[in-house]
C-alpha cells in the first residue's frame, strides 16, 4: 500500500516560517521524485518544489526560489519543504506528490500530470 500523508499545515504570520512533511510509504524515496504543489481556491494546482530520487538534487518554482528548500531524509522516508519569508500569496492547500523517475528531473518537477501518486493535502494559511 503506496500512501503519502502531509502534516504540518497551519496558521502563520507574513514574513514567518513553516516546515511541511511528507510521510511516505509503501515507495522507496531513491527510486521517486516527490514534488510539492499547492493549490489557493480558484486557481490550478501548481508546482512547488520537487527532489529526485536517485542524487536528491533539487529543482524549485520561480515563485519561491531562495524562500522555500525542498528536503528528505531516507531514514525517515520523509521529504520536508522548509518554508521562510511567507507571503499571503503562498496561502494554499500544499500537497505532496510521487512517481518513478523516468524523465530529467526539470522536464516534470513541476508537471503534476507526470505524478501518479499524491497525498490529500494540508493548509497553510498565511495572514496577519
Known amino acids: 500500500q503506496l500512501q503519502l500523508v502531509e502534516s504540518g499545515g497551519g496558521l502563520v504570520q507574513p514574513g514567518g516560517s513553516l516546515t511541511l512533511s511528507c510521510a511516505a510509504s509503501g515507495l522507496r524515496l531513491d527510486l521517486h521524485v516527490i514534488g510539492w504543489f499547492r493549490q489557493a481556491p480558484g486557481k490550478e494546482r501548481e508546482g512547488v518544489s520537487c527532489?529526485?530520487?536517485?542524487?536528491?538534487?533539487?529543482y524549485d518554482a520561480d515563485s519561491v526560489k531562495g524562500r522555500f528548500t525542498i528536503s528528505k531524509d531516507p531514514g525517515k522516508n520523509t521529504v520536508y519543504l522548509r518554508m521562510n519569508s511567507l507571503k499571503p500569496e503562498d496561502t494554499a492547500v500544499y500537497y505532496c506528490?510521487?512517481?518513478?523517475?523516468?524523465?530529467?528531473?526539470?522536464?516534470?518537477?513541476?508537471?503534476?500530470?507526470?505524478?501518479?501518486?499524491w497525498g490529500q493535502g494540508t493548509q497553510v494559511t498565511v495572514s496577519s
Open positions: 527532489v529526485s530520487g536517485s542524487d536528491g538534487s533539487t
Open positions: 506528490a510521487a512517481v518513478l523517475q523516468e524523465l530529467p528531473l526539470q522536464a516534470m518537477c513541476t508537471i503534476r500530470e507526470a505524478y501518479e501518486h
